[in-house]
């Protein structure tokens, strides 16, 4: 069996007016992620990894910011897409390992869902998906809520 690895990061704007999507879930805040699509900064990282694995570019250059198919489009679906951009190429998922960056909300207790609804899109089971939040201890970007960013690592393999 052949494996690979791949890194993922991804950085979105909070602001006022738009719901937050994070992990494939909606999550009740009075901010929410800025972006062509719904932001949802976990499942980029995410695709962004599983790309790279591949060594196929990247989530823009597949699914451009500037193509109205994917305005306020829900992330899930550019995982799921992902997920068989990959498989063309006889690549499927073995695990991942995420880190979100957020100071608010507290993400723990939404966690367990998050890994059940990303399992159920990528084919694999939820034990095969690790989601970690922080804080940036008040730091930086993430540490004054102007925005989240995510980091995932994933191994991918075919035969
Ligand atoms: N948005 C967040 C951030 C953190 N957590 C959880 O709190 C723990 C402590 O965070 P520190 O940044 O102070 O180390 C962290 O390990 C997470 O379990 C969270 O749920 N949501
Ligand atoms: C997902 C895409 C496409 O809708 O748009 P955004 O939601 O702005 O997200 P970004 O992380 O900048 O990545 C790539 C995009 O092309």
């Not at 823009?60 to 305005?71: C, Q, S």
């Not at 399992?119 to 989240?148: C, N, P, Q, W, Y």
Request: proline share 2%; with cysteine.
């Amino acid at each position: 069996m052949k494996i690979r690895v791949g890194f993922g990061f991804d950085v979105h704007r909070l602001v006022e007016g738009r719901e937050l999507w994070l992990g494939g879930i909606r999550l009740e805040h009075e901010l929410g992620l800025l972006g062509h699509s719904d932001a949802d900064v976990l499942i980029h990282a995410i695709c962004d990894a599983l790309l790279g694995a591949a060594n196929m570019r990247d989530i823009g250059y597949h699914f451009p910011d500037t193509a109205g198919e994917f305005k306020n489009i829900d992330s899930k679906i550019l995982l799921a897409r992902t997920v068989d951009l990959i498989a063309e190429k006889g690549w499927r998922v073995g695990n991942i390992d995420a880190t979100v960056c957020a100071e608010r909300p507290k993400l723990k207790a939404r966690i367990p869902e998050m890994q059940e609804v990303l399992a159920h899109v990528m084919g694999v089971e939820a034990d095969d998906v690790s989601i970690k939040a922080t804080t940036t201890e008040k730091l930086g970007f993430t540490g004054r809520e102007e925005g989240i960013s995510a980091y995932a690592t994933v191994l991918i393999e075919k035969d």
